[in-house]
C-alpha cells in the first residue's frame, strides 16, 4: 500500500509555480488518510517529507513544493537559529513557519539576515497574517487594526491608513506590540 504522502502527491496536481490546486477535506479523508479517524488528524507528515502547505477559509488545503514555499525564502542563517523558537503568540512549538515581520512581500528583503525582520508564527496565524497584508492592506492601504481582537488599540505607531511601512502594525512585530499595551 502507498504510504500517506504518496497518496497525497498523486492528487495534488502541482501547477508551474510548485503550488497544489485546493483540495478538499472530504478528498483528503477518502484518498489520503482512508480508514483514519478523523478525531485529532495530523498533517505534519507534509512537512516532515520537505512540502508546506496552507489552509483556505473553506477548509480547504493547498500544498507548495518546498522550493516554492514560504519556508524557502527565509536565509538558512535565521532559519537555523528560530527552527526551534514558539510561536510569538500561542506559544507553541509545532506547525511553527518563520515570518518576515513586513507583511506585503514585494517590500520585504528576504536576503536580510537581521533576525529582528523574522519572527515565528503558528501557521495559521501567519497565513492570516499573509491573507491580510497582501490582499487587503495591499489593494485598500488600510492596515490590521488589533481592536479586532480586543486590544485597546489598533497600532502600536501610526494609524490606519499604510503610509509605506509595516512599523506599529499588530502584525509586523506581535510580541513588541503585545508588550507594549
Given at each position: 500500500?502507498?504510504?500517506?504522502?504518496?497518496?497525497?502527491?498523486a492528487?495534488?496536481k502541482f501547477?508551474?509555480?510548485?503550488?497544489?490546486?485546493?483540495?478538499?477535506?472530504?478528498e483528503?479523508?477518502?484518498?489520503?488518510?482512508?480508514?483514519?479517524?478523523?478525531?485529532?488528524?495530523?498533517?505534519?507528515?507534509?512537512?516532515?517529507?520537505?512540502?508546506?502547505?496552507?489552509?483556505?477559509?473553506?477548509?480547504?488545503?493547498?500544498?507548495?513544493?518546498?522550493?516554492?514555499?514560504?519556508?524557502?525564502n527565509?536565509?538558512?542563517?535565521?532559519?537555523?537559529?528560530?527552527?526551534?523558537?514558539?510561536?510569538?503568540?500561542?506559544?507553541?512549538?509545532?506547525?511553527?513557519?518563520?515570518?518576515?515581520?513586513?507583511?506585503?512581500?514585494?517590500d520585504?528583503?528576504?536576503?536580510?539576515t537581521?533576525?529582528?525582520?523574522?519572527?515565528?508564527?503558528?501557521?495559521?496565524?501567519?497565513?492570516?497574517?499573509?491573507?491580510?497584508?497582501?490582499?487587503?492592506?495591499?489593494?485598500t492601504?488600510?492596515?490590521?487594526?488589533?481592536?479586532s481582537?480586543?486590544?485597546?488599540?489598533?497600532?502600536e505607531?501610526?494609524?490606519?491608513?499604510?503610509?509605506?511601512?509595516?512599523?506599529?502594525?499588530?502584525?509586523?512585530?506581535?510580541?513588541?506590540?503585545?508588550?507594549?499595551?
Amino acid at each position: 500500500m502507498d504510504t500517506k504522502i504518496e497518496r497525497l502527491l498523486a492528487i495534488c496536481k502541482f501547477n508551474s509555480k510548485g503550488k497544489s490546486r485546493w483540495i478538499t477535506r472530504e478528498e483528503m479523508d477518502s484518498k489520503v488518510f482512508l480508514t483514519e479517524t478523523t478525531n485529532g488528524r495530523n498533517y505534519t507528515f507534509i512537512r516532515t517529507a520537505g512540502y508546506n502547505y496552507e489552509w483556505s477559509s473553506t477548509k480547504e488545503i493547498r500544498i507548495f513544493k518546498t522550493s516554492s514555499g514560504i519556508k524557502s525564502n527565509i536565509p538558512s542563517k535565521v532559519r537555523d537559529k528560530l527552527k526551534d523558537a514558539a510561536c510569538v503568540v500561542t506559544g507553541l512549538k509545532e506547525d511553527i513557519q518563520i515570518d518576515h515581520k513586513v507583511g506585503r512581500e514585494e517590500d520585504a528583503d528576504w536576503s536580510s539576515t537581521d533576525e529582528d525582520l523574522y519572527q515565528p508564527l503558528y501557521f495559521k496565524i501567519n497565513y492570516k497574517k499573509r491573507e491580510y497584508c497582501n490582499k487587503v492592506c495591499k489593494t485598500t492601504d488600510k492596515r490590521f487594526d488589533a481592536r479586532s481582537l480586543g486590544y485597546s488599540k489598533g497600532w502600536e505607531e501610526g494609524g490606519e491608513d499604510f503610509e509605506g511601512s509595516c512599523k506599529g502594525c499588530y502584525y509586523y512585530d506581535i510580541a513588541k506590540f503585545r508588550s507594549e499595551l
